[in-house]
T-cell receptor, first 113, second 108 residues
């Protein structure tokens, strides 16, 4: 089944220790998104890629970076995690050329100690 | 400004009762509207979108441009409908503008 995969599902890191979350997709979609979702809140878009074009949201902290080495993979790097960065991180993909459904991964739950 | 409003954070109804989850939007262009659902411990997934005009799991949603609404309805709620529901508006930059979500609880 074509899908969006996120690894790891659970990540524990220490305050200030860099962490990388990964996302892969078998849907061959052009657009990939990273969202942060805190408890009982709507997903908050951090950034998205249209192919290799990176689009950062204005209010995404510099602490959050991303890489997309190829169509299938996308990474979220948190350079110095703070306690406030503890959240569920969701990866999603969609086709390009219009407004399409977004397909979500299961998420990575990040805990910051 | 583009905005999606879901006025109810929590909605609790009895099994078999009708359900209506409200969604209002503000958008200057022609809106593309979606309902996404997140069941407990499952990934966020599309429930329906207005252009498909489908009924999914007994749910329907009609776009009312005059009232700028896209309310989600089901005539007879089932316990498995308990979940978090998000209304979302697609913009021209491949992004979704999300409502705050409504937690639906179906009581037995």
């Amino acid at each position: 089944d074509a899908m969006v995969i996120q690894n790891p599902r659970y990540q524990v890191t220490q305050f200030g220790k860099p962490v990388t979350l990964s996302c892969s997709q078998t849907l061959n979609h052009n657009v990939m998104y990273w969202y942060q979702q805190k408890s009982s809140q709507a997903p908050k878009l951090l950034f998205h890629y249209y192919d290799k074009d990176f689009n950062n949201e204005a209010d995404t902290p510099d602490n959050f970076q991303s890489r997309r080495p190829n169509t299938s993979f996308c990474f979220l790097d948190i350079r110095s995690p703070g306690l406030g960065d503890a959240a569920m991180y969701l990866c999603a993909t969609s086709k390009a050329g219009g407004i399409h459904e977004q397909f979500f991964g299961p998420g990575t739950r990040l805990t910051v100690l | 400004a583009q905005r999606v409003t879901q006025p109810e954070k929590l909605l609790s109804v009895f099994k078999g009762a009708p359900v209506e989850l409200k969604c209002n939007y503000s958008y200057s262009g022609s809106p593309e509207l979606f309902w996404y659902v997140q069941y407990s411990r499952q990934r966020l997934q599309l429930l329906l979108r207005h252009i498909s005009r489908e009924s999914i799991k007994g749910f329907t949603a009609d776009l009312n441009k005059g009232e700028t609404s896209f309310h989600l309805k089901k005539p007879f709620a089932q316990e498995e409908d308990s979940a978090m529901y998000y209304c979302a508006l697609g913009d021209s930059n491949y992004q979704l503008i999300w409502g705050a979500g409504t937690k639906l609880i179906i009581k037995p």
